[in-house]
């Protein structure tokens, strides 16, 4: 990270995912918001009205906009439907920050976006969720986001308040990921960086955007607190923590479930997460699993204590094919914990056959690689060199390698210096330099590795 500025930036963090629940998104944006202070600049935080933890509040150098909100079923987040957007787009225009920083495509990003475009200011966006998971898993919201998309690609809308007044086709829920993915390339393209959190989303921005300006930037994490393990299962346990919803693979896991227990009959799968505000038909197969009494439903347990779970547990199970990175897999990894995942494309902190498994995503699969696991974990050598290479692979990703790369994005964009791409990402897409606004000089921020 850079030394301390001569003149403070103000960095202003556009995110629709700020609570009420935790998340691995909400969690990178207060690890990014915490060492973007710590490095002397100022935030502006602007997200939904909702509750949730919140490190940083009381920071004097550090201000909020909350929106009104309204809360998706099944999906524990609010959404901020458009109210006061007018307001506050004004306000943030006439006296702007110094770079602005979209965490997402939602309504708020899309608030962030004008933002930029009206008080030429640099945009960052980071791409942190599947898009197309999200529109076919919270089909119901994907009407008013295409027409926000469309009023912003067409330029027809100059206010929020407008957007009424303008028709726009409702799609089809089959064609709903493809309305927003054509909308979503325009704003892409118009960033001056689009940082992604894996190789993977990198790859697929350009898919969608080839003229996308990339870059990959893994979000960061620290080890948790060391906890004295919560008591042990009779058997093995399988451990899965993070988010209760439909597009992470919950009803994949169970079903894998209960195949390895035909085979391991003691085995136990504790699931942490707030499953009570999971969509229904989610939540009556959890509570149905949980009732045979080898499926434990801890419910939402505070991040400082979530060491005691990992170091309880066996084996990290991670069904979801829809994460961008999963900074859940970060935790388990500085925990020592081995993996057994479905998405080969989220590397970061696997080593296949050395500390992962990596199944295809169907409960045969994905139940014999937990069984193949669990078996090589008998052989205590195998086992200490899982655990090592675990903890060596976490330890690269930690908060200030990884936020301090943003820092030293943010003041490189708002001296007018351009901003290296990453290398090699389908080189036959995007450009090899990402230049801002203003181009004064080459500029190439810090990675972990330096």
Partial sequence: ???????????????????????????????????????????????????????????????????????IPGAQIRLAMGQDFDYRLAQIVVNPPDVIHVHGLGPIGLLGMWAAQQANKPLVITWHTDLEAYAEHHWHVVPFLNAAYQAYQLKQAKSWAQLRNIKFKRPRRGGAQVALLELAAQMLTDADVVTTPSAK??????????????????????????????????????????????????????????????????????????????????????RQAASFGSVILTGQIPRERLGAYYSSANVFVFPSITDTQSLALHEATHAGLPLVMCDDELQLVADPGVNAIFARPNAVSLAS??????????????????????????????????????????????????????PGLTPEY??????????????????AAS
Avoid: C
Wanted: net charge positive.
């Fill in 201 to 286: 989303t990198g790859k697929r921005v350009l898919e969608i955007a080839p003229q996308a300006r990339v870059r990959v930037a893994p979000n960061g994490t620290d080890a948790l607190p060391e906890l004295p393990p919560i008591s042990k299962a009779r058997g093995p346990r399988l451990l899965y923590v993070g988010r209760i919803a439909a597009e992470k693979g919950l009803e994949l896991l169970l079903d894998a479930f209960a195949l390895v227990r035909d085979q391991i009959p003691n085995a136990e799968l504790m699931i942490v997460g707030d499953w009570q505000k999971a969509g229904i038909k989610l939540r009556a197969r959890l």
């Fill in 1 to 71: 990270m850079s030394s301390k500025p001569k003149k403070p930036l103000t960095i202003a963090e556009f995110t629709d995912n700020y609570g009420p629940s935790s998340s691995g998104l909400l969690y990178a944006v207060q690890f990014l918001e915490g060492q973007t202070l710590a490095a002397g600049h100022r935030v502006l935080l602007v997200a939904p009205i909702a509750d949730g933890p919140n490190p940083h509040a009381d920071n004097p150098n550090r201000r909020e906009i909350r929106l009104p909100s309204v809360p």
């Fill in 369 to 422: 690689g937990i069984i193949r696991m669990l078996k090589a974990l008998e052989d205590p050598e195998f086992a200490k060199t899982a655990h090592a290479r675990s903890h060596e692979l976490a330890s690269k990703y930690t908060i200030k390698n990884q936020s301090g790369e943003f820092v030293g994005i943010y003041e490189a964009l708002a001296a007018g210096k351009p901003v290296a791409a990453t």
């Fill in 430 to 447: 995007g450009r090899q330099v990402f230049p801002s606004r203003k181009v004064t000089a080459d500029y190439t921020a810090p990675t």
